[in-house]
């Protein structure tokens, strides 16, 4: 059974560096074709993916973010990283970790979420 | 705006049968991308409910079907339930942005 959980800071001050992570279980990131990604969706707002990254250390992120957004994986520890700088309260919302469905451009496993607000 | 284009809200009756729409462009669904469809229950995380334009995963009732046809997609729902009401969204990728896409969302509501 596959799981994944979010964790990181609920509040964060506008300009400071978001970092969330993602612990997970029932698959390994070193198998061929496995991914890990994170998608966000603001209050009452629709979902926007932001990140992913490959078994083999690949990484694709969303264009309108990637100045702001860094994907990184510790295999031993089933972790994936993410980090976001420069946080704007817009930035509000709540963050996905997800597994994408191996060979499909979906994402068929999500964690509960985690909601980050950024405010002074 | 997102880039695929989905109706605000639809509704319909117990037992009825409801679509929702997914229309892109011919650099997402029309480039041949599959599109999936999510539910988002209230206040919970959203779920897999079709993936590769038509396929259902273990344990999707049969009342939820998917197609794809040129630059757009569509859900369908038969039989609806009060346990249906929920947020619907579409996903697909697209070329220009090399990104995964989703639509602006439809909420169904159960009359």
């Known amino acids: 059974q596959i799981t994944l959980k979010e964790s990181g800071p609920t509040l964060v001050k506008p300009t400071q560096t978001l970092t969330l992570t993602c612990t997970f279980s029932g698959f390994s990131l070193s198998i061929s074709g496995v991914g890990v990604g994170w998608i966000r969706q603001p209050p009452g707002k629709a979902l926007e993916w932001l990140a992913l990254?490959?078994?083999?250390?690949?990484?694709r992120y969303s264009p309108s973010l990637k100045s702001r957004l860094t994907i990184t994986k510790d295999t031993s520890k089933n972790q994936v990283v993410l980090t976001m700088t420069n946080m704007d309260p817009v930035d509000t919302a709540t963050y996905y970790c997800?597994?994408?469905?191996?060979?499909?451009?979906?994402?068929?496993?999500w964690g509960q979420g985690t909601m980050v607000t950024v405010s002074s | 705006q997102s880039v695929l284009t989905q109706p605000p809200s639809v509704s319909g009756a117990p037992g009825q049968r409801v679509t929702i729409s997914c229309t892109g462009s011919?650099?997402?669904?029309?480039?041949?991308?599959?599109v999936h469809w999510y539910q988002q229950l209230p206040g919970t995380a959203p779920k897999l409910l079709i993936y590769?334009?038509?396929n259902r995963p273990s344990g999707v009732p049969d009342r939820f079907s998917g197609s794809k046809s040129g630059t757009s997609a569509s859900l369908a729902i038969t039989g609806l339930q009060a346990e249906d009401e929920a947020d619907y969204y579409c996903q697909s990728c697209d070329s220009s942005l090399s990104a995964w896409v989703f639509g602006g969302g439809t909420k169904l509501t159960v009359l």
């Open positions: 990254i490959y078994w083999d250390d690949d990484k």
């Open positions: 590769g334009n038509s």
């Open positions: 997800v597994h994408r469905l191996g060979g499909i451009y979906a994402f068929d496993i």
């Open positions: 011919s650099s997402n669904i029309g480039a041949g991308y599959d």
